[in-house]
């Protein structure tokens, strides 16, 4: 079939030829999440594929081995929550929603286009399984802090589960959030940094110096966690140390590389921004498929 012919689904799973990809082993769904991350942008010409990259095996073990949802009932009382408060990276939610049953594959060719409800920075707005939208940095974490307090006001027994950039821990609110929920014990609010380094145009450490990182959430009282951000079970690992631990909210934070898993993207500050097209497209393609488990 020529390539013009193939839907976007049979275009973006075409490397697993005639099989259907496993998208509950969280190493396919990350390639998956790859795969569609570079489709959406180029389509769109939209940004931020660095970040969408580095956030792959987070979200991928997120919606295969932690979080109680369901795709057929995306509104159960009973769900875990999870918020994106890097919005920027919206696409890694949609593409692990579409992949996991929450709505068509093929909708994720729609991304950032005009009239699409996926819009560029990730939004609940008619989405299942999106709980709340965010762009405007700093939110996500005073969100969840009073989604978790909720929850415990209410002895109800889900969890609050929100994922941040690093470059996004320069705003205010997020230690203002931090402080609650240890006065609160929070225990039933895990928070992951997507700890790449980088932030849109420069080093973290070049903009404003977040060391020593891991020790300033202690400080604060948080049971904190340092993980590699792409081993899928070092991450479980860390998840589910994350369900044991009592008392306090949990910090993981997952060492990342920004644009994992094309080399000429990887810790490129360039990739924030850019949008693959042309041969850039074409040879981030070629590694990507190179790569599929």
């Known amino acids: 079939m020529a390539e013009t012919e193939m839907t976007y689904t049979e275009k973006t799973h075409a490397a697993f030829g005639a099989k259907q990809p496993d998208t509950s082993d969280p190493r396919v769904l990350a390639w998956l999440i790859r795969r569609h991350g570079l489709e959406m942008t180029h389509l769109s010409r939209g940004s931020h594929i660095g970040a ?169 009282g948080w049971h904190v966690i340092e993980v590699d951000g792409h081993d899928t079970d070092a991450l479980t690992a860390a998840f589910m140390q994350a369900k044991e631990n009592k008392g306090k909210p949990t910090m993981i934070v997952a060492v990342t590389t920004k644009g994992k898993g094309v080399s000429f993207m990887e810790n490129n500050i360039l990739w924030h921004y850019r949008t693959p097209q042309g041969e850039e497209y074409e040879a981030a393609l070629k590694e990507l498929e190179a790569q599929r488990p």
């Open 52 to 220: 969408i990259f580095s956030l792959a095996e987070v979200m991928a073990v997120l919606y295969t081995r932690v979080l109680n949802v369901d795709p057929a009932n995306p509104k159960m009382e009973t769900r875990d929550r999870m918020i994106l408060s890097k919005g920027h990276a919206g696409a890694a939610v949609y593409a692990a929603l579409a992949e996991r049953g929450f709505f068509p594959v093929e909708e994720l060719k729609t991304h950032y286009a005009n009239g699409s409800r996926l819009s560029g920075h990730v939004s609940h707005k008619g989405i299942p399984g999106v709980e709340f939208s965010t762009g405007s940095l700093g939110h996500g974490l005073p969100v969840a802090v009073g989604m978790a307090m909720a929850a415990k006001m209410d002895k109800k027994n889900h969890r609050v589960y929100v994922v941040l950039g690093d470059g996004e821990c320069d705003e205010g609110s997020n230690w203002e959030a931090a402080l609650q929920a240890n006065q609160y014990g929070l225990d039933n609010l895990v928070a992951v940094i997507d700890h790449n380094r980088m932030q849109s145009l420069d080093f973290c450490e070049n903009t404003l110096s977040l060391a020593p990182f891991a020790e300033k959430w202690r400080a604060f």
